[in-house]
């Protein structure tokens, strides 16, 4: 395989995926990762596909999660950047791959700020439609809120891009406005 293309990493990740709530996580990370693509200049469809598999054996293996990822991506034909990039998100948690590249930083930051962002979505009548960065960042600040997601890694995540965590939450917040329909975060769900 040359490029990992969104509809290969869909049919891969089926594989292994099929828990509602992850399939919406690699959505949601998936279209996080097609604006952080967009943002660096970058080839938005590879990055959003890498979004979509990076979390392949989790549902399988959420104890020893990444340990049962290269080599069956690896089967695939995935290319070995991209199966580096996806065992970098888990830095410093359940891998020692160090995020690099832009790719791997992005996915390393959004894969916790997409869960936050989800939330805040969550709790408004027209769901992300509508939501202004500033609404976002008041729910950002509450600790007790989508207190699940790990608000120091998103923070190591921003420092390795170089960017302000508002920056990031604007571009994935727009990111993923443009898939509201198919993340559930309209004003129909």
């Known amino acids: 395989m040359e490029k990992l293309t969104l ?5 891969i990740n089926a594989q ?3 828990e ?6 690699a959505a949601n990370v998936s279209a996080a990762m097609g604006a952080m693509a967009e943002h660096f200049g970058e080839d938005k469809e590879h990055w959003e596909a890498v979004g979509w598999l990076h979390d392949y054996d989790y ?4 104890d020893e999660h990444l340990l049962h990822t290269e080599e069956p991506l690896r089967e695939y034909g995935v290319p070995e950047e991209d199966i580096r990039a996806i065992l970098s998100h888990g830095y410093s948690i359940c891998t020692d791959v160090e995020p690099v590249s832009n790719l791997e930083k992005s996915l390393f930051t959004v894969d916790e700020l997409t869960g936050i962002v989800q ?21 950002w600040k509450d600790k007790k809120f989508a ?3 790990n608000r120091e890694l998103i923070l190591k995540g ?4 170089g960017m302000e965590i508002r920056d990031v939450a604007a571009i994935v917040i727009d990111g993923m406005k443009a898939h509201a329909a198919e993340l559930r975060l309209d ?3």
Not at 7 to 11: L, P, R, S, V
Request: proline residues 4%; contains cysteine.
């Open 7 to 11: 509809e290969k990493a869909k049919e």
């Open 16 to 18: 292994a995926v099929t």
């Open 20 to 25: 509602d709530h992850l399939l919406l996580h």
């Open 59 to 62: 549902e399988k293996y959420p």
């Open 119 to 139: 939330a805040a979505a969550r709790m408004r009548p027209n769901g992300i439609t509508d939501m202004e960065l500033s609404s976002f960042m008041k729910k």
């Open 147 to 149: 207190a699940k997601c």
């Open 158 to 161: 921003c420092e390795m891009l």
């Open 187 to 189: 004003s129909s769900n």
